[in-house]
């Protein structure tokens, strides 16, 4: 790849970033395109030459996001010790970014919204949702294996679980405190509990 191409690939890379940010600090509707351009330092034109819509770039964003939070998720359960450390500490990460973490909560609400009207967004999100409950899946199955889990059906344990985390973002909206980092370990158990443990190692520091 030469220096033009690559010199490029990074402009792409600073619009879609660019875009997160602002989508999740605004919103979707709140943001305009040249907004975005500003953003990343390129023109409007350097932005069409990318995107040839504002949708174009929303689904840009949202791939970004996706491919972000698995990337991080790795990361955030790689050091465990055991089949339930390693679920203890997914679901910890994902309270406090998909709860705490305000950005990330107002941009997964803004896909839903956007979602509503447009097939692609909706799609789009499927295939992340289905892949989140997919990895969370195997952990539990996993920790079930070890004898740390009792579910009596661990696929609707883990829907169960996902809608209860979506519903808390959803009533975050309402009571801004229930996503303080005091309430994150009462979230993180009240989580955990649906899941139905035998018992539980030691908390991960």
Known sequence: MNSAEQETL?????????????FARKGFRRVNLDQIAAAAGVTKGSLYWHFRSKQEIITAASAFYYRTYQRRMNAAVAPARDAWDRLRRALRFAVRTCLLDQDNRVFTTEIFTHAVHHEETRTAWRQFYDS??????????????????????????????????????????????????????????????????VHATATPS
Request: charged share 25%.
């Open 10 to 22: 990074a402009t792409r890379d600073r619009l879609i970033e660019s875009a997160f940010q602002l």
């Open 132 to 197: 989140v409950r997919e990895f969370y899946l195997g952990l539990v199955q996993a920790a079930v294996l070890a004898g740390q889990l009792a579910p009596a059906n661990p696929e609707d344990a883990v829907n169960t679980m996902l809608a209860a985390m979506e519903g808390i973002k959803l009533r975050a909206l309402f009571e801004p405190e229930l996503c303080s980092s005091r309430e994150e370990g009462r979230m993180l158990e009240s989580l955990l509990a649906v899941l139905i443990p």
